[in-house]
């Protein structure tokens, strides 16, 4: 069985206000090559087709074009698409039976009994005697559904798969498992390391070991995590800090335990993220200048100094590159590390604890925990004048 397995499209996204419509539609003509080329049993996409649950109707209907494309580019190829966090499964499988009259399945959420329990064989796309795919949508880590009345509640997660791969590998013909979540020692390069956007990060070993090959979405970098499981990461970059290769991967299964053959198929997008760093604003500014004016690549400065940034640093940017096509997006300084000892931060076990500081008092914790080192002086001074006039107004 050959599939092509990609995810995290995030149709719809807008990068510093700049609409991006044009880079996803150039890196789908890239897919669709691929498609006509490869002609794979089966294109699969791990989640995440939005960027946001109420997508525009641009976004909608550079979807429905670009599905279309695809299948038209290899009409023999089944196009298996699940949800992700992003999405709104309901709302992604609301013309799923409109779908299946082309060959494309979209798995957006599941099904439930009276009972609240979920049949497996929901999940199950078959490919006439090539193999079988589990597509799993998203599901947070609390709401996984259950299998049977004897599944373990307090492991939804674990139970789930165990149940669902029980169910699915009575098939013995390849078994590719599809799910949208990040899983223990994945590079979340890009992303924000924790709960914040749907990243609780599971073992790999709750997805059992039935399948062949497990296709991860959810994580944008590409990324073999164990010799059958692998992100193929998002076509395009949705940050900076992806500063990446982005690719799909075109995935051979010979037959029901052999080890998948994986090839990165890289792809080039229309436009880079170029980061222009420098010890001094003006001397960044002067780089931006310098700048073709035919560029269109996306631009951020990063200035590593201990000197504070203008007050109008987006202005004198955005005068520097007038005229040019370039794609000014901000300017920040770097991080610097922050040292303290957590054990000097106001501890609160309880609200009564509040009434003890004063909100001065707080806000200098909070600069501290920002910035790694004390709140200035004459910002304390001038903090505690509005307080104080706050009091007095109230009063």
């Not at 198929?265 to 500014?285: C, G, W």
Request: hydrophobic content about 40%; proline content about 5%.
């Amino acid at each position: 069985m050959l599939i092509l397995h990609t995810s995290d499209w995030h149709i719809g996204h807008t990068f510093y206000h700049f609409d991006r419509e044009d880079e996803h539609a150039h890196i789908f003509t890239q897919m669709a090559e691929i498609m006509q080329v490869c002609t794979p049993d089966a294109l699969i996409v791990c989640g995440d087709i939005f960027h946001n649950a109420t997508p525009s109707a641009s976004a909608q209907r550079l979807f429905v074009d670009t599905i279309i494309r695809l299948h038209e580019a290899s009409p023999q190829t089944a196009i298996v698409i699940t949800a992700g966090n992003h999405d709104s499964g309901l709302r992604l499988a609301s013309h799923s039976a409109l779908w299946e009259k082309i060959g494309v399945r979209v798995i957006g959420t599941a099904f439930r009994d009276e009972d609240g329990y979920v049949s497996p064989s929901q999940f199950f796309v078959d490919l006439q005697g090539q193999g079988r795919i589990v597509a799993v949508p998203f599901f947070h880590a609390s709401n996984y559904p259950l299998i049977s009345q004897d599944a373990d509640r307090a492991r939804r997660c674990e139970a789930f798969f165990t149940g669902i791969m029980h169910e699915a590998s009575r098939c013995k013909l390849p078994l590719v498992l599809m799910a949208h979540l990040a899983v223990e020692g994945c590079d979340t390069t890009g992303h924000d390391d924790g709960p914040v956007g749907g990243i609780e990060k599971e073992p790999v070993s709750h997805m059992s070991d039935s399948f062949d090959y497990l296709a991860l979405g959810h994580i944008h970098c590409p990324q073999r995590i164990t010799d059958r499981a692998y992100y193929c990461g998002s076509p395009l970059p949705v940050s900076f800090t992806e500063n990446y290769q982005h690719s799909v991967n075109l995935v051979n299964i010979a037959e029901h335990g052999a080890m998948p053959e994986v090839k990165i198929l890289p792809l080039a997008p229309l436009r880079k993220m170029v980061t222009i760093e420098s010890t001094s604003f003006d001397s960044a500014v002067e780089r931006l200048i310098m700048l073709d004016d035919n560029d269109d690549n996306y631009y951020r400065l990063l200035i590593d100094s201990d000197e504070p940034l203008p007050a109008e640093a987006d202005e004198l940017a955005m005068a520097a590159i007038k005229g040019k096509r370039c794609r000014y997006c901000e300017t920040r300084k770097v991080p610097r590390v922050k040292h303290y000892d957590e054990d000097s931060f106001i501890r609160v076990d309880d609200i009564c604890d509040m009434a003890e500081y004063t909100p001065l008092d707080i806000a200098r914790q909070s600069w501290k925990r920002a910035h790694g080192e004390e709140m200035p002086d004459e910002l304390a001074d001038l903090l505690f004048s509005a307080i104080k006039d706050t009091n007095q107004e109230n009063t």
